[in-house]
């Protein structure tokens, strides 16, 4: 699970994916990685938009069908891959030169959720 987690934080951070965190997005609509069955499979998580108050957005960490982790699947099978392994905020009014830590800190919060959350499970 560890390394699922930590394939998609280099994927988010070296390929500066985070700075979609910041973007306006349609509650539901994914934010990370672009929506793709290669994509799905590669990473096997995804970030998704929630709601946005007062310039502060819920963000989602969700499982893809197409997970192979073991523990990822069972949590899929168990909740459904429309259920949230964690849940984050992010000011979308972040100014640009303080993005990638407010990401950072957020992807710590999602992360150490997940981890948790899995093992409950």
Excluded at 64 to 71: L, V
Excluded at 77 to 91: D, E, I, P, R
């Amino acid at each position: 699970m560890s390394k699922v987690l930590k394939q998609f934080e280099e994927a988010l951070f070296k390929g500066g994916l985070y700075k979609k965190l910041f973007q306006k997005q349609t509650p539901g609509k994914r934010i990370a990685p672009a929506q793709a069955k290669d994509n799905d499979a590669k990473f096997q998580v995804r970030l998704d938009a929630g709601e946005t108050q007062n310039g502060i957005k819920r963000v989602y960490l969700q499982v893809n069908s197409q997970a192979k982790n073991d523990s990822l699947k069972k949590w899929r099978q168990k909740h459904g891959t429309h259920s949230n392994l964690a849940v984050g905020t992010v000011n979308e009014n972040t100014l640009p030169e303080d993005q990638e830590d407010a990401a950072k800190a957020c992807w710590e919060d999602l992360s150490g959720q997940a981890k948790e959350n899995l093992n409950k499970d």
